[in-house]
T-cell receptor
Framework: GENVEQHPSTLSVQEGDSAVIKCTYS??????FPWYKQELGKGPQLIID?????GEKKDQRIAVTLNKTAKHFSLHITETQPEDSAVYFC???????????FGTGTRLQVTL | EAGVAQSPRYKIIEKRQSVAFWCNPI?????LYWYQQILGQGPKLLIQ????????DSQLPKDRFSAERLKGVDSTLKIQPAKLEDSAVYLC???????????????FGNGTRLTVT
């Protein structure tokens, strides 16, 4: 099946700094790339997504970039706040299948 | 709109016992998924339903796991008999997309945390 590599596994930043998480994939038929935030004791929550015909998408402090040639996509969080502390997962869809394949997660800690 | 509802929130059983989880998807969502999330890992798909039919159960350990979605709405996931390695969070998700479409996001419930001792 499709594999998604996610790095780093943990990330600690100071409040106000930027955070970047990167995922790489191998199947060029992958066409939808969402990012989920998971807080303790809760299910993953969609925070932003991008489709294969778009290179970048931004929503306030969050942005996602996609490089189809290199087969990687990244989550960028600017002006980080303590409430951004959580585990972030990248995911993707391939072909016409609707299921998502998830990365291994990045634990982001924003310190004061 | 109400989110995906799951119950129970927590379950502790001994190995070789059986357990069942329940999921009520978002109203009108045709597609329902069960994911298994082992501590420290990303969710892994167990089974996907389109209405009341199975679309993908290739990763479901069918010797011990079973799932059904009667009437294309609620779903139950059962484990019998449970093993220690089944300890995980079982997440239910739903989406409004139809087979072959790819524009609808997945919405997750808060999961059931299973501990097998």
């Amino acid at each position: 099946g499709e594999n998604v590599e996610q790095h780093p596994s943990t990330l600690s930043v100071q409040e106000g700094d930027s955070a970047v998480i990167k995922c790489t994939y191998s199947d060029s038929a992958s066409n939808y790339f969402p990012w989920y935030k998971q807080e303790l004791g809760k299910g993953p929550q969609l925070i932003i997504d991008i489709r294969s015909n778009v290179g970048e998408k931004k929503d306030q402090r969050i942005a996602v970039t996609l490089n189809k040639t290199a087969k990687h996509f990244s989550l960028h969080i600017t002006e980080t706040q303590p409430e951004d502390s959580a585990v972030y997962f990248c995911a993707l869809r391939t072909g016409t299948a609707s299921k998502l394949t998830f990365g291994t997660g990045t634990r982001l800690q924003v310190t004061l | 709109e109400a989110g995906v509802a799951q119950s129970p929130r927590y379950k502790i059983i001994e190995k070789r016992q059986s357990v069942a989880f329940w999921c009520n998807p978002i109203s009108g969502h045709a597609t329902l998924y069960w994911y298994q999330q082992i501590l420290g890992q990303g969710p892994k798909l167990l089974i996907q339903f389109q209405n009341n039919g199975v679309v993908d159960d290739s990763q479901l350990p069918k010797d011990r796991f079973s799932a059904e979605r009667l009437k294309g709405v609620d779903s139950t996931l059962k484990i019998q008999p449970a093993k220690l390695e089944d300890s995980a969070v079982y997440l239910c998700a739903s989406s409004s997309m139809w087979a072959g479409g790819n524009n609808s996001p997945l919405h997750f419930g808060n999961g059931t945390r299973l501990t097998v001792t």
